[in-house]
């Protein structure tokens, strides 16, 4: 279900709590709703169905009360509604966003911790080079000429792995270079083809929050990875 489904789901399954209004509590009490007519049953069916979506999709009902405000003020187009449409579906993927990272968190916890050992490591070897974001590079062969700004388009050959050795991505393997904007890219490229000139390789060692974060990528780049590139700059411009 869309976002915006479940926000439509949840107000309408809140009309079955507008009869509690003035019970002065915030706990809703199943003895409370009674099934007097046909349309006090179908707004209990709504209720039925569209809190089970509710729930599918994560949500939590810890105060009865003001989801029924919420659903009466939209149900009832109210302009009393205390906050617009645009900011419930802004504050609800916020909390789905929360929800993940929590759970990415408990799934993969220990890729975190194990991509900060890996880098507290690496940083210790000869001809390693920190920067002030956390990136960690090594030049294994110079170039010459220029280097990228971040808004140029730039034309590589890559090799990209997780820091067990494992090949997610490679142009080199494709044996066709790849060519993008270097602020359309993770933020450890845009950091590091910035210090490249061209003809030179590089590797990067990425972390996670300079990377694809807490989310990852697909099924290729889990949650927390840290990230290795080697890189060798093509070309600057089209």
């Given amino acids: 279900m869309k976002l915006n489904g479940i926000l439509v789901a949840v107000a309408l399954g809140a ?14 009490k199943v003895e409370d ?24 999709a994560g949500l939590a009902v810890h ?13 009832n187009d109210d302009s009393t509604a205390i906050m617009s449409m645009e900011d419930a579906s ?3 993927q916020a909390y789905f966003q929360e929800l993940q990272n929590a759970k990415n968190e ?8 194990e991509g900060e050992d890996y880098l ?12 002030g974001t956390g990136l960690l590079y090594e030049v294994v062969s110079p170039g010459s000429g220029n280097s990228p700004m971040a808004t140029d388009q ?17 142009s080199v393997e494709r044996g066709e270079p790849a060519t993008f904007a270097l602020n359309q890219v993770i933020p450890g490229w845009t950091e590091g083809l910035q210090l490249m000139t061209i003809g030179s390789k590089y590797n990067f060692h990425i972390p996670y929050y300079l990377a694809y974060g807490e989310q990852g990528r697909g099924e290729t780049i889990p949650p927390y990875a840290t990230l290795v590139f080697e890189v060798e700059l093509i070309k600057i411009g089209e």
Avoid at 122 to 131: D, H, L, N, R, Y
Avoid at 154 to 170: E, M, P
């Fill in 90 to 92: 802004t504050m609800v």
């Fill in 154 to 170: 730039v034309t590589v050959h890559y090799t990209g792995k997780l820091i067990d050795g494992s090949v997610f991505d490679s």
């Fill in 15 to 28: 009309m079955v709590f507008t009869g509690c209004e003035n019970t002065g509590s915030s706990e809703f």
């Fill in 33 to 56: 709703v009674k099934l007097e007519t046909k349309e006090d049953t179908i707004s209990y069916i709504i209720g039925m169905f569209d809190g089970m979506q509710a729930k599918k």
């Fill in 106 to 113: 408990e799934l993969y916890g220990s890729a975190k911790t």
């Fill in 120 to 131: 507290r490591e690496k940083e210790s070897q000869p001809g390693i080079v920190a920067t």
């Fill in 63 to 75: 105060n009865e009360l003001a989801m029924a405000a919420g659903a009466k003020a939209m149900f």
